[in-house]
């Protein structure tokens, strides 16, 4: 088990972001720091902390103002060239960004950061060796690329995360917030529906669903008893057709569940009674990249990414999961 020692690495996981300040000389001074978080309500603010000994500490002092920028990637090689542990003057000189000055404040921007805040202190408290500055944020600056975003996707800004001694980029998108605790409800509606082999009395309901499918489909499948469906009640809300003919493994050729019954957990119920039903140790499934909602759903239940064919549909390659049984 991980063994912290010294309290005073009790910190977990934080991000990073290069403070901009102006030294007396005006010349343009940046740090990494990753003591950072925001206060709620008005006004907008960033709460930095930092040794009181630093250069840093000594510029916003003085001018009461620095920027924040974003560490990203690309820019690593010279956040660690501002640090003082890990300075090198040499290539600070051939890897210093181009710099511009803020649109609100006289500080100090990285030209091209994804994004970047303008701030003046309006509090400042010493505690022990730090000290903690409260700090308006008077402009942001985010890159044109950022802008037609529909949300903070964490993958397309990509910021670096610190944890004791070492980086990290952020991994998957989970969900949203409320996407969890639906799941508990989710998991009541699946009690409620039956999974099974579709028969012949229910081709019709099953043609029903997706009414751009060809009969003669479902018809082989059903008598090939490959076809399953969930159904609610009487009603049937949803099917697949699984196949053994993916290289000798069970693979999810179809799966449609009827829109009204979409986002309840129906998918994710029939996904997994077909994993059980699977007779081979891999289940492999495929999809369109652009098929947001079922890339969702397969992640969710358990398939990961193994591979993808780009020649099928022009500019929508097709991404292939799979999920695997334990071993036995």
């Known amino acids: 088990m991980l063994d912290l020692g010294n309290p005073l690495r009790c910190f977990f996981t934080q991000q990073v972001f290069l403070i901009g300040t102006r030294n007396e000389d005006g010349i343009a001074h940046f740090a990494p720091i990753s003591w950072i978080s925001y206060t709620y309500g008005e006004p907008p603010c960033l709460v930095v902390s930092m040794k009181i000994k630093k250069k840093t500490f000594e ?136 999974c099974r082999k579709a028969t012949a009395d229910d081709i019709e309901k099953i043609v029903q669903i997706d009414l751009t499918l060809k009969r003669e489909q479902i018809c082989k499948a059903v008598l090939q008893e490959e076809c399953y469906i969930a159904e609610d009640g009487d009603q049937i809300i949803g099917f697949a057709i699984m196949s053994f003919s993916f290289f000798n493994y069970g693979f999810i050729e179809l799966l449609i569940i009827a829109e009204e019954h979409r986002r309840r957990g129906m998918g994710a119920a029939l996904l997994d009674y077909l994993f059980w039903q699977c007779k081979t140790e891999k289940l492999f499934t495929s999809t369109n990249e652009s098929n947001t909602p079922m890339r969702e759903l397969l992640a969710k239940s358990g398939f990961i990414p193994c591979g993808q064919i780009d020649a099928l549909d022009e500019g929508d390659p097709e991404l292939f999961f799979v999920r695997k049984k334990a071993a036995r």
């Open 59 to 194: 510029n916003i002092r003085r001018s009461g103002l620095f920027s924040a920028t974003v560490l990203t990637p690309d820019l690593l090689t010279f956040a660690e060239c501002c640090n003082n542990a890990t300075r090198n003057e040499n290539l600070y000189q051939k890897v210093c960004p181009e710099l511009e000055s803020g649109k609100a404040l006289d500080v100090p921007l990285i030209s091209g950061a994804k994004w970047s805040y303008e701030c003046e202190v309006i509090k400042t408290v010493e505690f022990g060796e730090s000290v903690t500055f409260f700090a308006q944020i008077r402009h942001i600056n985010i890159a044109a690329e950022l802008m037609n975003l529909n949300w903070f996707d964490l993958k397309v800004i990509n910021p670096v995360v610190y944890s004791p001694g070492n980086y990290f980029t952020i991994g998957e998108h989970l969900g949203k917030i409320g996407d969890f605790s639906k799941e508990s409800a989710r998991a009541e509606q699946k009690q409620d529906i039956l």
